[in-house]
């Protein structure tokens, strides 16, 4: 499975972006799938991630209730919705998939859990 992010740019803070991972094959709707992202100076931290069935989403603390994960199998295509992004939210972000059917949840925020990796796109907030 080829991922392709792509959505990121330069926003002011109170901004709204929707990143977009597009996956080379169909087979990326049987797996569970998340979005990371690392800042500068950072090391790469979980900020949502989806069950294949979509029924289960889960949230970083620092991006809830501003952030939505979503798919779209038609277009096997995962999104991640941000808004009222703030300057801390700057980071490169990558979207990953498991090459498993069901991540364990105490293993759902590790990146190693992920097999497949976007190259990454930057989203950079700044006034």
């Known amino acids: 499975v080829q991922l392709q992010a792509s959505g990121g740019g330069l926003v002011q803070p109170g901004d709204s972006l929707r990143l977009s991972c597009a996956a080379s094959t169909r087979t990326f709707n049987n797996y569970d799938v998340a979005w990371f992202r690392q800042g500068p100076g950072k090391e790469r931290e979980f900020v949502a991630a989806?069950?294949?069935?979509?029924?289960?989403?889960y949230y970083a603390d620092s991006v809830k209730g501003r952030f939505t994960i979503s798919r779209d199998t038609a277009k096997n295509t995962l999104y991640l919705q941000m808004n009222n992004l703030a300057p801390e939210d700057t980071a490169v972000y990558y979207c990953a998939s498991s090459g498993v059917s069901r991540i364990i949840l105490s293993a759902i925020r590790a990146g190693d859990s992920y097999t497949y990796w976007g190259q990454g796109t930057q989203v950079t907030v700044s006034s």
């Open positions: 989806l069950r294949r069935s979509g029924g289960h989403m």
